[in-house]
Nanobody, 126 residues
Framework: QVQLVESGGGLVQAGASLRLSCTDSGRTFDSRAMGWFRQAPGKEREFVASISWSGVTIDYADSVTGRFTISRDNAQNTVYLRMNSLKPEDTAVYYC???????????????????WGQGTQVTVSS
């Protein structure tokens, strides 16, 4: 069973950095692509980044390219999102998600992910 728990959110000033972590207590983490999504108040959930099961294939939303870095440690069942140069428009609840399929490359579509964490709040003040 996949169970995802995010951590690392918080309140920071614009320009600061944060690192989000998402740990899976299950036994299939190393075969699943992982994604990070975010949802701001009054807006739909949007794709942020994804990483394939092997860590080789990575994708970012245009809005975070060059500022955010996704990575994974399969030995620790953990996926990370390093966020640099944070902006007020990055304020949102951030969710990690595990793919429904195994050995995939990752996807921008939330429907391709079966398992979601509870979310962690990131607030960036100006």
């Amino acid at each position: 069973q996949v169970q995802l728990v995010e951590s690392g959110g918080g309140l920071v000033q614009a320009g600061a950095s944060l690192r989000l972590s998402c740990t899976d207590s299950g036994r299939t983490f190393d075969s699943r692509a992982m994604g990070w999504f975010r949802q701001a108040p009054g807006k739909e959930r949007e794709f942020v980044a994804s990483i394939s099961w092997s860590g080789v294939t990575i994708d970012y939303a245009d809005s975070v390219t060059g500022r955010f870095t996704i990575s994974r440690d399969n030995a620790q069942n953990t996926v990370y999102l390093r966020m640099n140069s944070l902006k007020p428009e990055d304020t949102a609840v951030y969710y990690c998600a595990a793919s429904a399929s195994h050995y995939g490359l990752g996807s921008r579509g939330p429907g391709d992910y079966n398992y979601w964490g509870q979310g962690t709040q990131v607030t960036v003040s100006s």
